[in-house]
């Protein structure tokens, strides 16, 4: 009899050992009972492949009121799940009670979401050790990885560390991009107008992409353990790999990963491109729901759908006012 219920559990913990390492699953390294950088919606996990949606640029200038109608054009394209690339609150700032203000919009925000938001840091929501510190406080880790339906996320942070500018010149810039945003709530024409000749005079100044040798370490290893998984995506705010960004962290990146299929997705630009590295597809998402830098089509207001359902992830931009690029 004892043999017999001895049997019954080894077969009982190979069942829920093979459960657990299900294709079809979800897993991370992020403990369950701590502080994570996604929502906590489910994750449909029943089906084969998977459509996703990538949400492009809140802020570097937010558009008062527009956040809300991405959010529900999201949601009526039904994606399994969102993974933005950053730039979610205005930032720039060292006031805690003021960054307690944006996250709680944001997260209220994105709250309407009916899937589940996966997170990574841009330079408006981690841009020196205060704000650092703030968002590892409340979304746990600033870079890490998940596998869904055998599928690899790598979600990075190319603000680590922090590139940090004089306290009182952050303070200048910060105040400055809150009043663009007022002038274009209460005068949309002229508050736009003002923001797009101020940035025509910055064009090309991209700043510095960091990506910490802790990451390298961290996604090469992540990377090594799951050699064979169906396809491999990357995202990160700013595009590193642009020589523009100065980052050479990021082509060690590109090391680990040569030899399998891959699809990249940045933000930062607030302008869609699409290029080829490498024989793999670069996407630098347009703004989701800032202010356009430009008045032409790649500026739009819009968001990525990837479908995943056959051999290779197809890509669509779809734009929040009903238009398809």
């Known amino acids: 009899m004892r043999l017999i219920q001895l049997v019954k559990l080894l077969l009982l913990a190979a069942v829920v050992t093979f459960a ?3 294709d079809s699953g979800f897993r991370s390294d992020i403990s369950e009972n701590s502080a994570k950088p996604w929502t906590d919606k489910q994750l449909d996990e029943t089906g084969e492949g998977m459509v996703f949606a990538v949400f492009g640029d809140r802020t570097g200038m937010h558009y008062p009121g ?18 933005s690339v950053g730039d979610h ?3 720039y700032t060292r006031d805690v009670e003021a ?3 944006e996250w709680a919009e944001f997260d209220a925000l994105i709250g309407e979401l ?13 841009s020196n050790h205060v704000m650092a510190e703030y968002y590892k406080n409340l979304y746990g880790k600033d870079y890490y990885y998940f596998v869904f339906k055998n599928v690899l996320f790598l979600c990075l942070n190319t603000q680590d560390p922090p590139r940090e500018k004089p306290e009182e010149k952050e303070k200048q810039m910060g105040d400055w991009m809150h009043s663009m945003v007022d ?4 005068d949309p024409k002229k508050g736009v107008a003002t923001v797009q000749e101020t940035l025509k005079k910055y064009s090309g100044a991209h700043g510095h992409a960091v990506v910490s040798d802790a990451q390298v370490e961290y996604f090469s290893e992540v990377i090594n353990r799951h050699k064979d998984v169906k396809w491999t995506f990357l995202f990160m705010h700013k595009p590193a790999w642009d020589e523009a960004y100065q980052c050479q962290n990021i082509k060690k990146v590109q090391q ?5 299929a891959y699809t990249v997705f940045a933000g930062h630009e607030h302008q869609y491109r699409l290029e080829t590295v490498n024989e793999n597809e670069y996407y630098r998402a347009g703004t989701t729901a800032a202010i356009p830098r ?3 089509s790649e500026c739009e207001r819009q968001f990525l759908i990837v479908d995943f359902r056959g051999a290779t992830p197809k890509v669509q931009v779809v734009k929040v006012e009903d238009k398809v690029l």
């Open 66 to 83: 527009k956040t809300r109608p991405a959010v529900e054009k999201i949601n009526r394209s039904n994606p399994d799940f969102v993974v």
């Open 99 to 101: 960054l307690g203000r």
């Open 114 to 126: 009916e899937s589940r938001f996966f997170k990574i840091p841009g330079n408006h929501d981690y």
């Open 20 to 22: 657990g390492c299900s």
């Open 183 to 186: 002038l274009v709530k209460h």
């Open 294 to 296: 430009e008045n032409i």
């Open 89 to 91: 609150i205005e930032g």
């Open 256 to 260: 680990a990963l040569n030899g399998r």
